[in-house]
Antibody, heavy 123, light 107 residues
Framework: QVQLQQRGAGLLKPSETLSLTCAVY????????WTWIRQPPGKGLEWIAE???????NYNPSLKSRVTISVDTSKNQFSLKLRSVTAADTAVYYC?????????????????WGQGSLVTVSS | EIVMTQSPATLSVSPGERATLSCRAS??????LAWYQQKPGQAPRLLIY???TRATGIPARFSGSGSGTEFTLTISSLQSEDFAVYYC?????????FGQGTKVEIK
């Protein structure tokens, strides 16, 4: 049973850095895309970035200049940092895993999700 | 970036009735399309992948169709637990993109 458990700060001031971590329990950590997705209140889903266990990354161009995704295979966890946040970054942030292996198309949609973390940016 | 457009934004349906949701891609995504269901306060749940394949444990009343740029999610007979927001997602290109969602509400 794969479980993704998120942790990180929920209230930030403008210009600060958002930092979230997703710990993975159950299943293999290798051969999957580990992904961050966000959802502003009352709005749709936005894919942020993904990483493999070996550190291969893909970023959304709209956020790439401010985002770093990283992985710690020794702890089976991956992390998101988003710099210089503004109110527009207020959202529920989800970590997710591709359904299948990252080198197959089944790894490019999301079968496992974390519980979501509400991050609010306010002065 | 591939833009996914869902319609309608809100669909009012009576329990037991059929619901038909649409998703259009700004360019062909072949069959690389997934559908998700999201209930308030919950993470999305994978319903359909490869445009028409139900994910594990998804009831047969959910079906997906289409390819290229036009896709449909059909719920054949709405149950109370089906009232939710539904999203489509393309996974042929980066960045992965989602539609803005269709809310299925009780009529």
């Amino acid at each position: 049973q794969v479980q993704l458990q998120q942790r990180g700060a929920g209230l930030l001031k403008p210009s600060e850095t958002l930092s979230l971590t997703c710990a993975v329990y159950g299943g293999s950590f290798s051969n999957y895309y580990w992904t961050w997705i966000r959802q502003p209140p009352g709005k749709g889903l936005e894919w942020i970035a993904e990483i493999t266990h070996s550190g291969g990354t893909n970023y959304n161009p709209s956020l790439k200049s401010r985002v770093t995704i990283s992985v710690d295979t020794s702890k089976n966890q991956f992390s998101l940092k988003l710099r210089s946040v503004t109110a527009a970054d207020t959202a529920v942030y989800y970590c997710a895993r591709g359904w299948g292996y990252h080198y197959e198309s089944s790894g490019w949609y999301f079968g496992y999700w974390g519980q979501g973390s509400l991050v609010t940016v306010s002065s | 970036e591939i833009v996914m457009t869902q319609s309608p934004a809100t669909l009012s349906v009576s329990p037991g009735e059929r619901a038909t949701l649409s998703c259009r891609a700004s360019q062909s995504v072949s069959s690389n399309l997934a559908w998700y269901q999201q209930k308030p306060g919950q993470a999305p749940r994978l319903l359909i992948y490869d445009a028409s394949t139900r994910a594990t444990g998804i009831p047969a009343r959910f079906s997906g169709s289409g390819s290229g740029t036009e896709f449909t999610l059909t719920i054949s007979s709405l149950q109370s637990e089906d009232f939710a927001v539904y999203y489509c997602q393309q996974y042929i290109n980066w960045p992965r993109t989602f539609g803005q969602g269709t809310k299925v509400e009780i009529k």
